[in-house]
């Protein structure tokens, strides 16, 4: 296929055309840069929800019944299964759920035409990984899908980093695990707009609630200290806590409780995500947030072509480099040294 | 202290001098860096030996015993203990080993001069990290200590950073705990020069290094098929798998089984450290193992340049994002513009 034909293919619905042109996307062909390229003024439409919780938490049964839900109020759904730490899972449990449901039994969702699925798994480093799923959730976007589902398994720096994605982000846990003390760790207990208990039936699951709201009351008392003491770091690179923290002013995450597997909840959590995109779109916070992710994102871009520049040989980088090994030029002077010949 | 006296002092083995120094180059000081160039000539005698394992193997008592070992060969030891998971836990548990253990009770590791200890947690992000700890490090080199001992908590990808940051990387584990699956899913595996089972007296030892040695030669043989497959990628940023494993040629990681509480298998370990750092040296991969870690190094040293160029306003970068996240310009052209105006 062409990317004439492709971007088209995109426009009108072609499932084919998407599907190929994610494969060019994920593969860094030229090809995939040009369509992104091209695709890019028809996006921006769709509502990116992340989804991120430990294995076994039930992720994949919530994604499949949340989609469910989601068809019934005739959305058009894109689910994108991410798995960072394999190269070779990603995303085949969710594929096994999204066979097997439906909202009525004549058509499962695998097969429905308003459900596209795609699994993604690691290639490379982490950071890659969520740039291109950012790129593929854009291709899903331009095609028109209205809520994107990204679904990620673990709660480790690249979990975080592919969530970031989103423009809602769903922690899901399960009661009494421990897995509140890992995800605290893990720093990924602060970026939930939405919390889910899920397995509620397990028991215990009122305690994990009553913790959770407990600490997110912590957080919207931290939002006011904030307010009250310092400036918003205007600064577009920063690490982004207190930014994070910033960005949830007048969002109080809701917990919620579920029991995926017999549909208990799901309805509750469809709401609060349609709500949840409803407040960043009239709080303007969604311009914030997106404004924010594109300056990573293309930070990120710069950065690709600084290094091709680097190691295309023009700046000489390898004899510097050469140079610091014989211990003849330090480290930090011959940084400063390139930057300089870089930009002039 | 101004720098010239903290350079002076490190430079005539006063500690006062080097804790300064470190607390610049921790807190990003401007002399932090200064002291950095200025040292840097001095540097690059000092082997510098990485340890990494997952909590409770017993990696505190091991470098602990280690430096007794090494103190009994008249070495001067640094030692370096990292928590990218923690800002406050770093090397607690190391630091209280040292003030218990010595090679005389008169004298314990703690107030020995031929040692130094410092504690290293997180701030910010886990590069930034792995670079502070490879700074430090250099610092003690400078100091004079022929041994540096980076002990590093757990086994994600920051502690693979970090210990990328050695010239001799070791992989502690315990037996039949399941670690050796876990590493491996981490990519931690493949970083060992040698491995070490501790608790060998737990019972499973001997599996546990039946599997891991399995594990080591299917490694070699993934060595010579690849000498006679590809060239070597001399790509100065690729992701390093296939070149680590090439770095290996000739040298078979040992599998030691200590128990080091009772300072078992300490000698053996201390004598493949030092087997290893003369193999680095005699068959010259050590050139070429630091020349790969300053190339990173120089790298990040000049993404931190141009990060500083993007936000300091000249480039417009704001303005950029701006038309990006309107949707009146894609992400990736807006990416090949600042580069061509950066790069003139």
Known sequence: MEVDEIIEGIFSGNKRALARAITYVENDYPEGKEILKRI???????????LTGFPGVGKSTIVSKLTQEFRKRDKKIGIIAVDPGSPFTGGALLGDRLRMDGFDSSKPLWIDPGVFFRSMSSRGRAGGLAAKTGDVARLMDAFGFDIILIETVGAGQSEVDIIEVADTSIVIMMPETGDEIQMHKAGILEIGDIYVVNKADLGGAEKTEKWLK?????????????????????????????????????????VILTIAERGKGIKELADAIEEHFKFLKSSNLIVEKRKRRMSRELFDLIMDEIKKELTAGKLNYKEIVDKVVKNELDPHTAAEMLVKKMLG
């Open 40 to 50: 890019y003024s028809k996006t921006g439409k769709a509502h990116i929800v992340g």
């Open 214 to 254: 407990t600490m997110l009351m912590m957080d919207q008392e931290t939002v006011s200290l904030l307010e009250k003491t310092t400036h918003r770091d205007e600064s577009l690179v920063e690490s982004g806590k207190i930014y994070e923290v910033l960005h949830k002013k007048g969002w109080m995450p809701p």
